[in-house]
Nanobody, 123 residues
Framework: QVQLVESGGGLVQTGDSLRLSCAASGGTFSDYAMGWFRQAPGKEREFVAGVNWSGPTYYAAFAKGRFTISRDNAKNMVYLQMNNLKPEDTAVYYC?????????????????WGQGTQVTVSS
């Protein structure tokens, strides 16, 4: 059983940056692809970014150029650096893990989830 704990959310202004962190425990980190999803009020959970064990990353179109996902395999950590934040980025951000090579952009196809961290971007 893998446990994921997110941190780093908060209230920021348009154009600001935030760095989200996700601490993983209870499993073999190298067995899992890791990713970030988000869910805004009244909307479905959507894929943001993913990173494989060996390092390749992939992003949703809205995240390319503004968000960067990374992982520290020695520390069992995953990060999401978010720059130039916009009000439409306001959501609860969730860390996800999927056994295997790649995060699935369909939320239900992934294996483990954190509890989420709120990001609010004011205009």
């Amino acid at each position: 059983q893998v446990q994921l704990v997110e941190s780093g959310g908060g209230l920021v202004q348009t154009g600001d940056s935030l760095r989200l962190s996700c601490a993983a425990s209870g499993g073999t980190f190298s067995d899992y692809a890791m990713g970030w999803f988000r869910q805004a009020p009244g909307k479905e959970r959507e894929f943001v970014a993913g990173v494989n064990w060996s390092g390749p990353t992939y992003y949703a179109a809205f995240a390319k150029g503004r968000f960067t996902i990374s992982r520290d395999n020695a520390k069992n950590m995953v990060y999401l650096q978010m720059n130039n934040l916009k009000p439409e980025d306001t959501a609860v951000y969730y860390c996800a893990a999927k056994r295997g090579a790649r995060i699935n952009p369909k939320p239900l196809a992934n294996d483990y989830w954190g509890q989420g961290t709120q990001v609010t971007v004011s205009s």
